[in-house]
């Protein structure tokens, strides 16, 4: 049964007709209006970016839409010190600014985290000239129907995102979470534009300052989020994301040792979780087939943490080999399955560029 339904859905993804069409009701089962769920949460990464170009407002609507629990915006600075949401502060990949004559000498080239790198950054725009923009794809090859939006969107603040938040609990009769992450916190530190001070503000002012507020700020850098907590007194709930090698920038401390058993009950004395690369949770084997889960999940629970690993897509080359269908790098394959073997493993949710496949594959794991 389940696997004939996949068929038939994932057909209708691959046709574009999820991207209209409402979730089938008999396939959630959301909590009533105002009532927590302990359900594992869908996290639609950068909104529905499978759908429609990553961190739009239209982006974060149509995951909330297709059922996501919360939307996941990446934040940086403007000049002017606004937080706005783009997966990188150089916004060649995801604007049209690189075809904006007007903007030709804003073109730089600057190291962040210990990277060099060439094209247009937003801290050297202003919100005003940063909304003469307009949003693109950022992965046109892969996904080529996203192209046919570039040029719609602007790129939106993320007090824009807290609106339509607000606009959308109220719509849809639901909570639906936001789980900004600071992009570069410490670079951002060094050229006077840091991040805490106004997320922090964002919060207090829009009443989402609290452990029980639909929030998680997320970080990759440790020490961001110990300022967060302790400088800038930040309650609502905060989640440390670890890369599957490296570490934190600025920070001697691999991510491994942060999520040993001692680093995992140091990091719970001030975050209420962990966002681990998903091979962290359960790894590759050496043919590239889905391996056997770790202990960090139980470990992470042991520590009194959710685990909410990244970042699960549908086309074949982010799937396990075992999970692929087809030669086709960027057909789809079994993601529904990849998602289902993931909370088995006892995840408490996870980010989904497909908002639509991550409630289905929690809908079918739980039975």
């Not at 409402?22 to 639609?44: D, T």
């Not at 939307?71 to 783009?86: C, I, N, Q, Y």
């Not at 606009?167 to 991040?195: D, N, Q």
């Not at 909370?343 to 560029?353: N, P």
């Amino acid at each position: 049964m389940a696997d004939r339904r996949q068929v038939l859905r994932m057909g209708a993804l691959a046709a574009g007709a999820a991207i209209a069409a409402p979730v089938i009701a008999s396939e959630v089962a959301f909590a009533a209006p105002g009532k927590p769920s302990n359900r594992p949460l869908v996290i639609g990464h950068r909104g529905a970016s499978g759908y429609r170009p990553e961190h739009t407002l239209a982006s974060y609507e149509l995951a909330a839409r297709l059922g996501a629990d919360f939307v996941e915006p990446d934040l940086v600075s403007t000049k002017d010190g606004v937080l706005v949401a783009r997966h990188e502060n150089e916004i060649s990949g995801t604007t049209d600014i690189a075809s904006r004559a007007e903007f030709a000498g804003r073109k730089a080239t600057k190291v962040i985290d210990g990277v060099t790198v060439t094209g247009w950054f937003t801290e050297d725009l202003t919100l005003a000239e940063l909304k003469t923009l307009r949003a693109v794809e950022r992965l046109p090859a892969v996904r080529q129907r996203n192209t046919i939006y570039n040029g719609l969107f602007e790129v939106p603040t993320f007090q824009e995102i807290l609106d339509l938040q607000d606009r959308l609990c109220k719509e849809l009769r639901r909570e639906i979470g936001v789980y900004p992450e600071t992009k570069h916190p410490s670079y951002f530190r060094s050229i006077g534009l840091a991040l805490e001070a106004p997320l922090a503000e964002a919060l207090r002012h829009n009443n989402l300052n609290k452990p029980t507020a639909p929030v998680f700020v997320q970080s990759f850098e440790a020490n961001n989020l110990r300022d967060l907590h302790d400088v800038h007194k930040v309650r609502a709930r905060l989640v440390f994301l670890a890369s599957a090698a490296g570490g934190p920038f600025g920070d001697p401390r691999p991510y491994a040792s942060y999520l040993s058993a001692d680093g995992l009950k140091e990091l719970s004395r001030f975050v209420s979780g962990i966002g681990p690369d998903k091979s962290l949770v359960i790894p590759r084997r050496a043919d590239g087939t889905l391996g056997t889960p770790t202990s960090l999940v139980a470990d992470a629970h042991a520590a009194g943490m959710v685990v909410h690993p990244y970042t699960f897509r549908a086309e074949n080359q982010f799937l396990p080999v075992d999970y692929r269908t087809g030669t086709d790098p960027n057909a789809y394959g079994r993601a529904i399955d990849e998602q289902v073997a993931f909370h088995r493993a006892g995840v408490d949710g996870l980010f989904t560029d497909m908002a639509d496949i991550g409630v289905l594959a929690r809908d079918f794991a739980g039975r």
